[in-house]
C-alpha cells in the first residue's frame, strides 16, 4: 500500500476496530488485493494483531493475498453453465495457463476465477475476460481466444 493509499484510509476512518472489513476492502480495491506490507500497516493502525486480521480477512472469499494478474478471466460455474460445461471450459484454462483458480499466472499476465453468475445464463457457458463476456464458449473457442490474444501481443 502506498503512503497516499494509506493517508486516504486514515481520512476516511476513524481507526476503530469495528471498521477492519471495510478498511481490508478499501485497500483492496486501490491495491487490487492486501500485501503484507498493507496488513502489517493495518494491524499497527487499528491495533488488531495481523493473526486476527489474516484469519478474519481469509474467511471472506473476496479478498486477495497475491498480486492480480494484469487479466481477469471469470470463469462462470452457475447452474446454467455449470449444466453446458463451464467446469471443463475452467479445467482447460487451468491446463493452458497453468494457473489455479484465485492466482495468478506465472508471467503475471491473467488472473483466472471462478464466478457464480455472470448474468447472461442463456448463453451459457460463459466466461469474461476483463469487461468483455463470452457467451456460448467451448474448449475449441477458449484455446482460440487464448492464442489470439497472444498473436495480437507478439504483433
Ligand atoms: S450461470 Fe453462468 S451466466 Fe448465469
Given at each position: 500500500m502506498t503512503n497516499q493509499v494509506f493517508s486516504d484510509v486514515?481520512?476516511e476512518?476513524?481507526?476503530?476496530?469495528?471498521?477492519?472489513?471495510?478498511v481490508l476492502q478499501r485497500v483492496q480495491a486501490a491495491d487490487g488485493y492486501l500485501s503484507?506490507?498493507s496488513?502489517?500497516r493495518i494491524?499497527?493502525?487499528?491495533?488488531?494483531?495481523?493473526?486476527?486480521?489474516?484469519?478474519?480477512?481469509?474467511?471472506?472469499?473476496?479478498?486477495?493475498?497475491?498480486?492480480p494478474?494484469?487479466?481477469?478471466?471469470?470463469?462462470?460455474?452457475?447452474?446454467?453453465?455449470?449444466?453446458?460445461?463451464?467446469?471443463?471450459?475452467?479445467?482447460?484454462?487451468?491446463?493452458?495457463?497453468?494457473?489455479?483458480?484465485?492466482?495468478?499466472?506465472?508471467?503475471?499476465?491473467?488472473?483466472?476465477?471462478?464466478?457464480?453468475?455472470?448474468?447472461?445464463?442463456?448463453?451459457?457457458?460463459?466466461?469474461?475476460?476483463?469487461?468483455?463476456?463470452?457467451?456460448?464458449?467451448?474448449?475449441?473457442?477458449?484455446?482460440?481466444?487464448?492464442?489470439?490474444?497472444?498473436?495480437?501481443?507478439?504483433?
Amino acid at each position: 500500500m502506498t503512503n497516499q493509499v494509506f493517508s486516504d484510509v486514515v481520512r476516511e476512518f476513524k481507526g476503530d476496530p469495528s471498521e477492519l472489513i471495510p478498511v481490508l476492502q478499501r485497500v483492496q480495491a486501490a491495491d487490487g488485493y492486501l500485501s503484507s506490507d498493507s496488513l502489517t500497516r493495518i494491524s499497527r493502525w487499528l491495533r488488531i494483531s495481523e493473526n486476527e486480521i489474516y484469519g478474519v480477512a481469509t474467511f471472506f472469499a473476496q479478498f486477495r493475498f497475491t498480486q492480480p494478474g494484469e487479466h481477469i478471466i471469470k470463469v462462470c460455474l452457475g447452474t446454467a453453465c455449470h449444466v453446458k460445461g463451464g467446469e471443463q471450459i475452467l479445467e482447460v484454462l487451468k491446463r493452458r495457463l497453468d494457473v489455479q483458480p484465485g492466482r495468478a499466472t506465472a508471467d503475471g499476465k491473467y488472473q483466472l476465477e471462478r464466478v457464480a453468475c455472470l448474468g447472461c445464463c442463456a448463453l451459457a457457458p460463459v466466461l469474461s475476460i476483463d469487461e468483455k463476456v463470452y457467451g456460448e464458449t467451448s474448449v475449441l473457442r477458449v484455446h482460440q481466444m487464448i492464442e489470439e490474444r497472444e498473436n495480437r501481443e507478439n504483433a
